[in-house]
């Protein structure tokens, strides 16, 4: 069957193996990375149950991930060479029914509950370990998973030879679809607003602190974490899939190995402390260093070298008790090391180590 773009479903599967492939190739890369990354962590300190956690779903949506491209290329193998889809014969593209066709969409839809869980992890971390910040993403990922079951199981019904762009099959995707949109979408809502009065608050204290870069660098941190990039591929995958494009089986192949991607990105993130939550933590003991000092609150900056007609005030390691985000190890247990990183928030007395650097105090001139 070709749509209205003229790409019949033998080359849309075709380009959608090509295109898994690289996918999948930038996942293995990544994959790889976040494993080094959480097996360092959890030989060296930390062993707590959410870095366990987060290893046993690093390592599930990778496995779905490579399930799913070996089941797009076996049937892409039967369809193209045993029955001569290419042509015009019956193929296994047309036979929704298959458990080759139906299994794919079912690790599709694994990969992508198990991924907004770890979006909604991410917001409830960000949020101080608030459950009314997640009540309404745990209801929508509920939704998804009841309205991704029934999907599967329409399509498991589906008939050889019924087109790929039935009411039903249509209907339940598109619930589905709308579902993990929205979980995602209300992540870059609190995500940002988190931000942003974070932000607020410092500028009420007259402090400004630039500790991890260019600000783009955080904007860019904030897309990625927040998963601004996630929502538009969904939306794009539901758009062409109710006009019955066959782009969409391209599409929606690429965000069977997207969904893994994206949160193993968050892992990465949070393991190098690169998310939101580590910029605001940095920020927040930078200002504690100030005050603890007794300094005036003014415009500080973190820099080599410093500015004309200022001073600067060299800041010797030094601990005590109160909110940083350099947290040692204490007898009383807990690690640096874990990923999640709002446990180190919540202790009562921990050592904080402050790193050697300059602290630039702009004074206004008389």
């Known amino acids: 069957m070709t749509d209205q773009t003229g790409l019949s479903l033998p080359k849309s599967n075709f380009l959608s193996v090509f295109c898994e492939g690289i996918f999948h190739g930038m996942y293995t890369t990544l994959f790889c990375s976040a494993m080094y990354l959480l097996l360092r962590r959890h030989r060296r300190k930390s062993k707590g149950i959410t870095n366990t956690i987060m290893t046993i779903l690093t390592v599930v949506m990778y496995c779905i991930s490579t399930v799913h491209l070996a089941l797009s290329v076996h049937m892409n193998l039967v369809a193209l060479f045993t029955q001569k889809a290419a ?117 009420r204290v007259s402090v400004d602190v630039i500790v991890n870069g260019p600000r783009y660098y955080g904007a860019l941190f904030l897309v990625i974490e927040s998963g601004g990039i996630y929502c538009i591929a969904v939306i794009l995958v539901i758009i062409f899939f109710v006009q019955s494009s066959n782009v969409v089986i391209i599409l929606a192949d690429m965000l069977a190995h997207l969904t893994g991607i994206y949160p193993t990105v968050i892992i990465v993130l949070v393991c190098l402390k690169l998310t939101q939550h580590d910029e605001m933590t940095r920020k927040e003991a930078t200002l504690a260093s100030m005050q603890f000092r007794g300094h005036p609150l003014a415009t500080t900056t973190i820099q080599n070298e410093p500015m004309n007609n200022s001073k600067t005030y060299p800041l010797r390691p030094m601990k005590f008790n109160g909110l940083g985000s350099h947290i040692e190890d204490s007898p009383a247990g807990g690690s640096s090391d874990d990923i999640d990183d709002s446990e180190g928030l919540s202790r009562k007395e921990s050592d904080i180590n402050f790193k050697q650097h300059d602290v630039v105090i702009d004074f206004d001139e008389e």
């Not at 990922?141 to 498991?156: A, L, N, P, R």
């Not at 790929?164 to 607003?193: C, E, H, P, Q, R």
């Open 87 to 203: 042509d015009g014969g019956e193929a296994l593209y047309d036979d929704q029914g298959s458990p080759f066709y139906f299994g794919q969409v079912a690790f599709e839809v694994i990969n992508c509950v198990l991924g907004d869980s770890i979006v909604t992890w991410r917001t409830w971390v960000l949020w101080g370990r608030d459950w009314r910040a997640i009540y309404f993403p745990c209801f929508l990922m509920v939704g998804s998973s009841v309205t991704g079951s029934v999907m599967v199981y329409q399509f498991s019904l589906s008939p050889p030879g019924q087109p790929n762009f039935s009411n039903n099959t249509t209907i339940w995707f598109s619930i589905f679809g709308g579902f993990s949109f929205l979980t995602n979408f209300y992540a870059v809502i609190v995500i940002s607003l988190k931000t942003w009065l974070h932000q607020r608050k410092m500028k």
